[in-house]
């Protein structure tokens, strides 16, 4: 997980991060967009990236044997 997050620069979970931000966020669309280009993150940015990390790794956890987790991984 680790690599992975490291070789995307974790986009994925800035993008998760503002995304959440703004839809949990903001009181009307204008105010939602605002709250998305703003680089800094709020607390349901960082409530969603912390059980993003959490699932996945509860998943990698429990898909068993090395080559599952191998191929969970490359998918």
Known sequence: MLTGLALTGA??????ADTA???FGGA???????????????????L??????LLRGA????SGEAGD???ALIA
């Open 11 to 16: 986009l994925h979970e800035d993008g998760l």
């Open 21 to 23: 931000d703004g839809f």
């Open 28 to 46: 009307d669309r204008g105010q939602q967009l605002a709250i998305m280009r703003d680089s800094r993150h709020g607390t349901f940015g960082v």
């Open 48 to 53: 969603a990236i912390g059980l993003s990390v």
């Open 59 to 62: 998943g990698l956890a429990a």
């Open 69 to 71: 987790i191998g191929r």
